[in-house]
C-alpha cells in the first residue's frame, strides 16, 4: 500500500489543497517545464505565479471579460 509517510503526506496534501487537472498539447508540456526551470521554478510553483499575476492585473479574458479582485485592484 504505500509507506505511512507516503500515506500520511498525501493526507496532508489531500486537506490542505485543492487539486487542477491541466491539459496542453503535446509537446507544451517540456516546453513549460523547460520555462520553469530557466527561471528556478517548478512547473506548480510557475503555474501558480502565472495564475496569480494573471488574476492581479485583472487580465481580460476571450469575450471581453474582465475580472478584478474585490475593492476594484
Known sequence: MGKPSTRATNRWIAKAYDRINLTVA??????????????????????????????????HAPGGYEHTTPGGQ
Not at 28 to 54: W, Y
Request: proline share 0%; aromatic share 6%.
Open 26 to 59: 503535446k509537446g507544451r508540456k517540456e516546453e513549460i517545464q523547460s520555462f520553469a526551470e530557466s527561471c528556478g521554478e517548478s512547473v506548480n510553483g510557475f503555474i501558480n505565479r502565472a495564475i496569480d499575476e494573471a488574476m492581479r492585473r485583472g487580465v
